[in-house]
Nanobody, 117 residues
């Protein structure tokens, strides 16, 4: 069982920045593929950014160039640095872990990000 705890959400004006953190339990964090997803009111959950166990990254087109995902295996933590925030980035942001080699999938409880215009 892997537990994920997000932090760092809040209210920010358009153009501002936030950094989300996701702390994971488990002794094999370095083997997890990690990701960030978001869900806006009335919309489906969507992929935002991912980072593999080896450090490869992938971004949704809507955030590429503005958001940066990174990980610190020594701290069992994955980060999402969000710059140039827009009102359409407003959503609940969820951390996701996919363990290797088992392929088990886990979600955090989410953290609210609100961007005012």
């Amino acid at each position: 069982q892997v537990q994920l705890e997000e932090s760092g959400g809040g209210l920010v004006q358009a153009g501002g920045s936030l950094r989300l953190s996701c702390a994971a339990s488990g002794r094999t964090f370095s083997n997890y593929d990690m990701g960030w997803y978001r869900q806006a009111p009335g919309k489906e959950r969507e992929f935002v950014a991912g980072i593999s166990w080896s450090g490869s990254t992938l971004y949704a087109g809507s955030v590429r160039g503005r958001f940066t995902i990174s990980r610190d295996n020594a701290k069992n933590t994955v980060y999402l640095q969000m710059n140039s925030l827009k009102p359409e980035d407003t959503a609940i942001y969820y951390c996701n872990a996919n363990t290797r080699p088992q392929g088990n999938n886990y979600w955090g409880q989410g953290t609210q990000v609100t961007v005012s215009s």
